[in-house]
């Protein structure tokens, strides 16, 4: 079973720092794909990462795909309260399946005005 | 409507009751997901259709549950005799083409069934 560990569990932060939250796995994974899920709604698609070293940018936040392709990091810099919610990573689950995902524990941020 | 719709949004079920969970995925999406989502987790995977057929029920807890799609858009989630292990969101997700293949997968806003 692929399983995805992020870290860390919980963050609060004040608003203007900069935070990186970490996606880790012992398998490889095709791709990797960043969601945010806010309080009382469905995740939402950030990214997907797809070659092993990418970094991809989307505003303020910066995505990248471990070279090996099991890792993944989340950096986003001067967060806002906007920024709050919970962020989970997830990647086609093994077998060859092109439609199941695994998904993490996720990262529940607090961005404090 | 724009997105993915569930209903209800919130159910309250008594040990051993029957409940049924809506999904309208948005119109011509082929692929429809179902995902169980407890509290402090992230979703797992329940089952996944494509149009009209069930391709996929191997995340399914137990045989008390049970997912139909019979017309290829709105779907359900059934549970019979719910137990409180079953307490959780249940989150709904469809895409435009088959699998997620160089597509997206869109959410709806779930449904929190607790079980009392």
């Known amino acids: 079973t692929q399983l995805l560990e992020q870290s860390p569990q919980f963050l609060s932060i004040q608003e203007g720092e900069n935070l990186t939250v970490y996606c880790n796995s012992s398998?490889?994974?095709?791709?990797l794909q960043w969601y945010r899920q806010e309080p009382g709604e469905g995740p939402v698609l950030l990214v997907t990462?797809?070659?092993?070293?990418e970094v991809k940018k989307l505003k303020r936040l910066t995505f990248q795909f471990g070279d090996a392709r099991k890792d993944s990091s989340l950096h986003i810099t001067a967060a806002q309260p906007g920024d709050t919610g919970l962020y989970l990573c997830?990647?086609?689950?093994?077998?060859?399946?092109?439609?199941?995902?695994?998904f993490g524990k996720g990262t529940l941020l607090t961005v404090n005005p | 409507g724009a997105g993915v719709s569930q209903s209800p949004r919130y159910k309250v079920a008594k040990r051993g009751q029957d409940v049924a969970l809506r999904c309208d995925p948005i119109?011509?999406?082929?692929?429809l997901f179902w995902y169980q989502q407890a509290l402090g987790q992230g979703p797992e995977f329940l089952t996944y259709?494509?149009?009209?057929?069930?391709?996929?029920k191997s995340g399914l807890p137990s045989d008390r549950f049970f997912a139909e799609r019979p017309e290829g858009s709105v779907s359900t989630l059934k549970i019979q005799r719910t137990q409180q292990e079953d307490s959780a969101v249940y989150l709904c997700?469809?895409?435009?083409?088959?699998?997620?293949?160089?597509?997206?997968?869109?959410f709806g806003q779930g449904t929190r069934l607790t079980v009392v």
């Open positions: 997700a469809s895409s435009f083409r088959r699998g997620l293949m160089n597509t997206e997968a869109f």
């Open positions: 398998s490889v994974f095709s791709s």
């Open positions: 990462v797809v070659t092993g070293g």
């Open positions: 997830a990647g086609p689950s093994s077998g060859g399946s092109n439609y199941k995902l695994t």
């Open positions: 119109s011509g999406h082929v692929s």
């Open positions: 259709f494509q149009n009209e057929a069930q391709l996929d």
